[in-house]
């Protein structure tokens, strides 16, 4: 069965930081790109990041880009979003899916619209 499951989130003040985790099990995850999504309350969701299979090329949207930081670790089982510098705007349910092997802004908008199999995801607000 595949599964990515997240964790890491929590609650958090202005320009803090936090780091997010992407487990994933069921799938060879290390060949594909894992990208984080985020949905905040009453807005839809939007890509965050984006990471490719080897790890070499990374995405990021305009809103978290120089703040937020995606890896995988050596086995490619498990995806991370580090991130710094955080604001009140952060605040927002997280997920994380796989995109099929390359990262861009058209491809994570594409999976925004195409996938309905999102999982629990982890919650983060950043408040004062």
């Known amino acids: 069965q595949v599964q990515l499951v997240e964790s890491g989130g929590d609650l958090v003040h202005p320009g803090g930081s936090l780091r997010l985790s992407c487990t994933t099990s069921?799938?060879?995850?290390?060949?594909?790109?894992i990208a984080w999504f985020r949905q905040a309350p009453g807005k839809e969701r939007e890509g965050v990041s984006c990471?490719?299979?080897?790890?070499?090329?990374?995405f990021y949207s305009v809103a978290v880009q120089g703040r937020f930081t995606t890896s995988r670790d050596n086995f490619g089982n498990t995806v991370y979003l580090q991130m710094n510098s955080l604001r009140p705007e952060d605040t927002a349910d997280y997920h994380c899916?796989?995109?099929?092997?390359?990262?861009?802004?058209?491809?994570?908008?594409?999976?925004?619209?195409?996938?309905?199999?999102w999982g629990q995801g982890t919650q983060v607000t950043v408040s004062s």
């Open positions: 899916h796989s995109v099929g092997t390359e990262c861009s802004e058209t491809i994570l908008r594409g999976a925004v619209l195409a996938f309905n199999d």
């Open positions: 069921g799938f060879p995850s290390k060949y594909f790109a």
């Open positions: 990471i490719t299979p080897n790890g070499q090329n990374t």
